[in-house]
């Protein structure tokens, strides 16, 4: 599956946005999808994650009642809808797959991964 992220850019704190990942592929709802984050010097981070048919979630503990992940499995499309966003969030955020039902929350255990998108929060 190819990964497609979008919908980051500039915005000041306490703002929202709303970013999307697009697959490429056949059978997006047999993939887990995850969000991560990478900031400047900084290792990729687990953000949030969704199991295929959207019933689980999980999230890093610094985005919990900020951000809310979701799948559209019609449109092979997963979101990550930001809000209260702090300058700390600043960071390029790429989308994830991993086939299968477990929802992992570490970089190793997805095998498909998106190009990313910046995000950038002013104070």
């Known amino acids: 599956v190819q990964l497609q992220a979008s919908g980051g850019g500039l915005v000041q704190a306490g703002g929202s946005l709303r970013l999307s990942c697009a697959a490429f592929g056949r059978s997006f709802g047999s993939y887990a999808m995850g969000w991560f984050r990478q900031a400047p010097g900084k290792e990729r981070d687990f953000v949030a994650a969704i199991n295929w048919n959207g019933v689980t979630t999980s999230y890093a503990d610094s985005v919990k009642g900020r951000f809310t992940i979701s799948r559209d499995n019609a449109k092979n499309t997963v979101y990550l809808q930001m809000n209260i966003l702090k300058p700390e969030d600043t960071a390029v955020y790429y989308c994830?797959?991993?086939?299968?039902?477990?929802?992992?929350?570490?970089?190793?255990?997805?095998?498909?991964w998106g190009q990313g998108t910046q995000v950038t929060v002013s104070s």
């Open positions: 994830a797959a991993r086939f299968g039902l477990q929802v992992p929350t570490t970089t190793g255990s997805y095998g498909y």
